[in-house]
């Protein structure tokens, strides 16, 4: 088997950590379906995520401007995630499905109990 090696200069990088976090978090994006940033011959994406990451085309923004930006990505996928009207027919799903379940079950108790009567 042979092993792959990238060299990782962290002299772009305040820290390991952060250079840790957004490969992670490219990696993340990758594996959903984003398109890699650079040509590349590697097929993993936590690889190609480091290897855009050392390459410079990643950008990221820190402290301040780094909450504003999780906020409103936050407020983002909220509002995204569900119009009212789905997440309200979600809850109807759900809804049935538990009522249902329950009336399957009161039909076998009741059963139950006029099978011991007999």
Do not use: C, W
């Not at 999780?70 to 569900?82: F, H, V, W």
């Amino acid at each position: 088997m042979d092993i792959q090696s990238l060299p990782i200069d962290t002299d772009n990088f305040d820290s390991r950590y952060r250079l840790v976090h957004l490969t992670a978090q490219r990696a993340r994006h990758i594996a959903h379906g984003e398109k890699p940033f650079v040509e590349t011959k590697y097929t993993k994406n936590t690889t190609i995520a480091i290897q855009e990451a050392i390459s410079g085309v990643l950008e990221y923004v820190t402290g301040e401007d780094a909450k504003k930006e999780k906020e409103r990505a936050r407020i983002y996928k909220r509002e995204e995630r569900y119009t009212p009207e789905e997440e309200l027919t979600e809850l109807e799903k759900d809804l049935k499905v538990y009522l249902q379940e329950k009336a399957e079950l009161s039909q076998k108790d009741v059963r139950g109990i006029l099978e011991e009567e007999h």
